[in-house]
């Protein structure tokens, strides 16, 4: 397995507060991405980077941002967590076009 | 709009039998599809893959099969096992589309009856 790991792995939260969550790998690969997962919607993509300070948003990016600081570190924040944003989140890493992605374990949120 | 559709949000087969888990898409330009699986509390696991080059890849008992005319993707597995009870993921990707992002489906749960 791809040596990807999520933190927190559970958090519950009040709507309003500021939350992060962290992607740590240890491959060395360029492309790191946060994905959602809620019923009904599959997974969708929040925000990806592909590189140290390089990052795009995906495709349901508002109320989330990132930073990349180290090629192993993706940071996802929610400035004022919602109730919307409950979900389970995935990190995913992949090396290049055509290379499948990794999946993390995932952090299940919840916005009370 | 949902590029990638999964149209049976579940599937139940019987051991031994074969399953078929069918994917559609409606953006043209997809040109490289996978399939993942995930079990409860696991993040998804990559499966089998296909260039639009090809119709057709085989690895073991999974094999998916493309039909660009019809936009129409299915993965076969066979025989199936009470181990492949999952939710299954399709997921395409066109060329040039920057930083290498994937359109997901919804996910079909097959549950494999022993």
């Known amino acids: 397995d791809a040596g990807i790991t999520q933190s927190p792995r559970h958090k519950v939260t009040e709507t309003g507060t500021p939350v992060t969550l962290r992607c740590h790998q240890t491959?060395?690969?360029?492309?790191m991405y946060w994905y959602r997962q809620d019923p009904g919607h599959g997974l969708r993509l929040i925000h990806y980077?592909?590189?140290?300070?390089?990052?795009d948003k995906g495709e349901v990016s508002d109320g989330y941002s990132v930073s990349r600081s180290k090629t192993e570190d993706f940071l996802l924040t929610l400035e004022s967590a919602t109730s919307s944003q409950t979900s389970v989140y995935f990190c995913?890493?992949?090396?290049?076009?055509?290379?499948?992605?990794?999946f993390g374990p995932g952090t299940r949120l919840t916005v009370l | 709009d949902q590029q990638v559709k999964q149209n049976s949000p579940s599937l139940s087969v019987q051991e031994g039998r074969i399953s078929i888990l069918n994917c559609d898409y409606t953006?043209?330009?997809?040109?490289?599809f996978l399939w993942y699986k995930k079990y409860p509390a696991e993040g998804p696991t990559f499966l089998i893959s296909?260039?639009?080059?090809?119709d057709k890849n085989e690895d073991g008992r999974f094999t998916v099969f493309l039909n660009k005319s019809a936009k129409h993707l299915s993965l076969h597995i066979v025989p199936s096992q009470p181990g492949d009870s999952a939710v299954y993921f399709c997921?395409?990707?066109?060329?040039?589309?920057?930083?290498?992002?994937?359109?997901f489906g919804t996910g079909t749960r097959l549950a494999v009856r022993p």
């Open positions: 995913a890493i992949s090396w290049d076009v055509y290379n499948e992605q990794f």
């Open positions: 997921a395409a990707s066109a060329e040039g589309s920057s930083g290498d992002k994937l359109t």
């Open positions: 953006n043209s330009m997809f040109d490289y």
């Open positions: 491959e060395n690969h360029r492309y």
């Open positions: 980077s592909y590189g140290v300070k390089d990052t």
């Open positions: 296909i260039s639009s080059i090809k």
